[in-house]
């Protein structure tokens, strides 16, 4: 059944590419040589030494930059967090964000009236806002799960628009105010700052796209306004104080009710065909790809959101390209420019980035900086540079809006790097470096990307059929973010050296006490050191045996090490993270938990929001 499939699965079932063993000589070569990581992993910022190791007072200082003790991996249905930290929960599925929100039934769920009103499913990327003294969290619900979300009798499928509209209103986005009170932290009910922001709420396209014949529809014959947020997955903060909001698998909401309708071409590349995930298109005509061609066009984007005014509509920037968006990471270029780095989360797509045409000031209009810029992609060197391709209409061939809309397509024509799903990035406050997590591809070396792109191994993707994932950094030119070209290393390599002793045992830093696969969620503290969460296998057999539940993991970038501070219930994701303003509490998703938590009595499992503190009150970062 399609509807139970995570969406990668869904893509691969339905699209499934040639099997080819095009590199198969490149993997015998090198890959089944341990040895084969040590030109690749680089410790310390700035390293142009590769494969250090720590020794004598490095590793001294290195041990005082972990302010807990390290914790086991662990196989069971609840959260661990080391000696000395707490965790409770915050918020879960179904809480109420106001007084006049339907009761959560431990056994039903929600119903579908007033679901718009209650903390919605499946948490991922989030931010908090200080806003006059209120602690405001902003983070994303990426999709459901009909077989909890739906009434047990309807066997997960839609049976009406009412169950539609309850699928649609528990995703998108919660902006809620939180406060610390005796028994920790909650929700501030009927906050005026708290609001749903669903695939209902009305939002304006911005940027070099909007109005463009292939966005407007016959609701939207302007093509500049639209209904809705989908499958909102990572995050990021502007330095004016709004949140981005990242579309992420929107393909999948689509479908046909005739299924042989004609689709256009370029549907292909972004995996959109006439069968869909939940079933929006029975009952709503707009997801009905045989009556509303464009409405795809239409979502991929990046969204953002004023948490200090919940009257505001949201805006989609599409001057930051339209794919699988995984976060959008910000920061400044030298001369005040802003940059956002994105990544592409589909096997074989690409690393980009964004450098606005004006500059942040303090107080000065910012409505054009994410409408006004260039779009970049990555493109990497096997000698460990690489370089940032503009994405313009003489490089491609294609109209600034084009470019906007078929971004993938855009990134092809200057023949971008290919890679291993390329999903949260992370900029490093104490140097000028950025990171990104290349979560897993088992397709690197074997089958091309969905636009026919080949995936060969190397570069910052060295291994073949690569199941568990690594994170890339490098070092803009001349210390600018909106440098075009760049120097890289791998920060790590995840691996499994209890199964394997090869390249698949991972890189130096990885030992048995620390190992994990597919890296997906980063966020540096302000410290510089990178917390590290994973969306990966957890079976804790075969190639993942002994690495337990899914995790969140802190990594030192001058020395390298890394050590697990947190373990999710089994059967989830554990994804976004964010600080309270005094740094003394971190905020954790952890995403379609199994069982029963985290209320643990035999109800429905609920996707919630955590709080961590230190027991003696002390700041984390």
């Known amino acids: ?51 250090s ?8 200082a290195a041990t005082a930059r972990f302010a807990f003790t390290p914790i086991p991996v662990a196989t069971d249905g609840t959260v661990h ?3 000395g930290y707490e965790w409770k929960p915050v918020a879960r599925w179904g809480d109420a964000l106001f007084s006049d929100a339907p009761a959560y039934d431990a056994a039903k769920g929600v119903p579908s009236q007033g679901a718009d009103r209650v903390f919605g499913e499946n948490t991922d990327g989030m931010e908090l806002f200080n806003i006059g003294g209120h602690q405001v969290i902003a983070v994303n619900h990426e999709y459901v799960n009909p077989e909890i979300n739906l009434p047990a009798e309807q066997e997960e499928k839609v049976k009406s628009e009412a169950d539609v509209r309850l699928l649609q209103n528990l995703q998108g986005v919660t902006v809620m105010e939180v406060a610390e009170g005796p028994d920790g932290w909650a929700i501030v009910p009927d906050s005026p700052f708290n609001r749903r922001i669903t695939h209902l709420t ?24 639209v209904l809705g947020t989908l499958n909102n997955c990572g995050a990021g903060k502007t330095p004016w104080g709004t949140y981005l909001t990242c579309e992420e698998n929107f393909n999948g909401y689509f479908g046909a009710t005739d299924v042989g309708a004609k689709l256009p071409e370029a549907f292909a590349r972004y995996g959109i065909e006439a069968e869909s995930v939940y079933g929006y298109e029975q009952f709503d005509p707009r997801f009905d790809l045989a009556k509303n061609v464009n409405e795809p066009n239409r979502f991929g984007y990046v969204v953002e959101i004023d948490p200090a005014d919940a009257t505001s509509n949201p805006v989609k920037r599409t001057a930051l390209g339209r794919f699988k968006h995984e976060n959008a990471a910000c920061t400044l270029a030298r001369d005040g420019r802003v940059v956002v780095y994105l990544g592409d989360d589909e096997r074989g797509e690409f690393l980009y980035k964004f450098v606005s045409t004006g500059v942040y ?17 990555a493109k990497f060197a096997e000698d460990g540079t690489g370089k940032w391709l503009a994405l313009t209409p003489e490089a491609t061939g294609m109209t600034a809006a084009e470019i906007c809309i078929h971004t993938r397509q855009a990134g092809s024509k200057v023949g971008a790097t290919t890679m291993d799903r390329p999903e949260w990035v992370a900029v ?18 074997v089958k091309p990307n969905a636009g026919g792109d080949e995936t060969p191994v190397g570069g910052p993707n060295p291994r073949a059929e690569n199941h568990y994932g690594q994170i890339v950094r490098w070092y803009p030119a001349d210390e600018d973010h909106a440098a075009d070209s760049f120097r890289w290393d791998l920060f790590v390599m995840a691996g499994n050296p209890g199964v394997h002793k090869d390249a698949y045992a991972g890189s130096s830093n990885i030992n048995a006490g620390n190992m994990f696969n597919s890296p997906d969620g980063m966020m540096f503290d302000q410290t510089g050191m990178l917390w590290i969460q994973t969306d990966g296998e957890d079976s804790n057999e075969g190639d993942f045996a002994g690495q337990g539940n899914n995790q969140m993991l802190v990594g030192d970038p001058a020395s390298g090490r890394i050590e697990r501070f ?20 971190v905020f954790v998703g952890i995403q ?22 230190r027991t003696d009150g002390a700041t984390l970062a």
Do not use: W
């Open 1 to 51: 059944m399609t509807d139970r499939f995570s969406f990668d699965d869904f893509d691969e079932a339905r699209s499934p590419r040639a099997e080819t063993t095009d590199f198969d000589r490149i993997v015998a070569s090198g890959l089944s040589r341990r040895g084969f990581l040590t030109g690749l992993v680089a410790f310390g910022s700035g390293a142009s030494v590769m494969g």
């Open 53 to 60: 190791l720590l020794r004598g007072t490095a590793a001294e």
């Open 81 to 83: 967090v080391p000696e």
């Open 202 to 225: 009305p939002m304006r396209l911005s940027g070099p796209a909007a109005g463009h014949e292939l966005l407007r529809t016959p609701a939207d014959p302007a093509g500049t306004e």
């Open 361 to 377: 000031a303090p107080g000065a209009p910012t409505d054009a900086l994410l409408d006004e810029g260039q779009l970049y992609v």
């Open 428 to 445: 490093n406050p104490r140097a000028i470096e950025a990171y990104c997590a290349l979560t897993n591809n088992k397709n690197r070396g």
């Open 566 to 585: 947190l373990t999710g219930p089994k059967g989830s994701e554990v994804t976004g993270m964010t600080f309270s303003s005094d740094r003394r509490t």
């Open 592 to 613: 379609h938990p199994g069982g029963d938590f985290p209320d643990m009595a035999g109800g429905l499992p609920r996707s919630t929001l955590i709080a961590i503190r």
